[in-house]
């Protein structure tokens, strides 16, 4: 382009780059906040400002907190006992969202993945090792993505913690609810006959 | 949720209130941008407050500027006599990006509405009138959408201009570029045959 609006790029080079989000969208997404009222436009800079310098991660899960420990560590009326292990925050906050899960979380950030230069070290292990250790866990949930580097990282940690005494488990593998049997991938298929059960 | 993460829900409210960001991806921009260093977020905040604060409308054609006339009108080497009306700032841009035009732009912000409650006075067609009035304008383009407002808006706007001895043309309506006869609706066919030309 011959004209310049510098502001204007400049906001619009921001939304693009977002993740999923690509020049028409960043420029129609930069049209929208030029026609907000000043103050939702002040709040949304504040916000980003103010989450990224408020949110932290908790000193005994590492999940996202605003405070020293989190919400979900600091709420006695869940079993001490039980840590479900996951890649990051988002995943810790799906799981949560099913309802089903009552014990705690540990965030690795990451998975271990020699190919990028991702070591156990990089990553939040030796802090579950430790908690492993001097707490009261009789189990750990393996929830990583069923990948490559997510199988990798279960079995790492897998065998760090047995010594310890704890029970490994790893979520179920199978055809997902709703989802219909022709189109499930023949690994997939193979996982949920091996991980049958008695009906 | 039972948990609530305050600073980050109000950053995934932000998000999902932008035209086209579901929760979903709401989330997933958060996330993204507790990621991101300091700095950047620090800089899409301010740009975003910059942007707002400083673009404001150009005195002569309405069109977007961070100055007190944009560049377009600013630029002595573009056609003063012809001005092609938009709907608004984005269409403009549309418009120059084509690199064919030459000429000046007039930006409604808008279109005629009345079940909106849209009339004329709420656009900036009184300008495009006084701007038509005193200056050596020859041509207007209409370049508003054809729908139904637009075709109202660009009606009403020929019926002014025409008595100040102002040609006032429309954009060419046919088959898009590429398009198959037998995905172009019955209008545009129509439209097609009726503005055909001599080969």
Redesign the interface.
Known sequence: ?K??????T??VE?FER???IGKK?A????????G?P?ET???????????????RYCKICKN???GEI???CS?GSRDDSTVCVVE???DA?SI??SGEYKGKYHVLHGLISPMDGIGPDSLYIKDLVLRAGNGNIKEVIMATNPTVEGEATALYIAKLLKPLGIKVTRLAYGIPVGGHLEYADNITLYRAIEGRSEI
């Open positions: 382009m004209y310049d609006l510098v502001p204007f400049r906001l921001h977002l993740p999923g969208s420029q129609r997404l930069a049209f929208h906040i030029l907000l000043d436009v002040n709040d949304f800079a504040d916000s980003l400002v103010d989450a990224k310098k408020k949110i996202l907190t605003d989190c919400e979900i709420d990051n925050a988002k906050l949560e969202r």
